[in-house]
Nanobody
Framework: QGQLVESGGGLVQAGGSLRLSCAVSGRTFSRLAMGWFRQAPGKERESVAAISWSGRNTYYPNSVKGRFTISRDNAKNTVYLQMNRLKPEDTAVYYC????????????????????WGQGTQVTVSS
């Protein structure tokens, strides 16, 4: 079974930055497509970034495009989410997710497309 452990959440002022990390074990990381999702109270879980296992292909919704950057280090079995120019509406629990993929160019942005999930890390942006 894959295990995902997020870290790096916290409290930050609007306009600030945070970098989330997700360490993966139990699976062949270099063949995992990875994603970051968030869930605010009373809202559905939504995708904020995704990356193919090759690292060459990424996805961002318009709400975070230009502010968030997903990256991966296959040597460290870790995926990152760099979040800049944070806004109060970015406040949520952030989750990383993983799934095996046959193609190095595919990313996935649906919650039902992922097989493994982390426990989540809280990000709070104050105004």
């Amino acid at each position: 079974q894959g295990q995902l452990v997020e870290s790096g959440g916290g409290l930050v002022q609007a306009g600030g930055s945070l970098r989330l990390s997700c360490a993966v074990s139990g699976r062949t990381f270099s063949r995992l497509a990875m994603g970051w999702f968030r869930q605010a109270p009373g809202k559905e879980r939504e995708s904020v970034a995704a990356i193919s296992w090759s690292g060459r292909n990424t996805y961002y919704p318009n709400s975070v495009k230009g502010r968030f950057t997903i990256s991966r280090d296959n040597a460290k079995n870790t995926v990152y989410l760099q979040m800049n120019r944070l806004k109060p509406e970015d406040t949520a629990v952030y989750y990383c997710a993983a799934r095996e993929s046959n193609t190095g160019s595919s990313w996935y942005n649906g919650i039902y497309q992922y097989d493994y999930w982390g426990q989540g890390t809280q990000v709070t942006v104050s105004s």
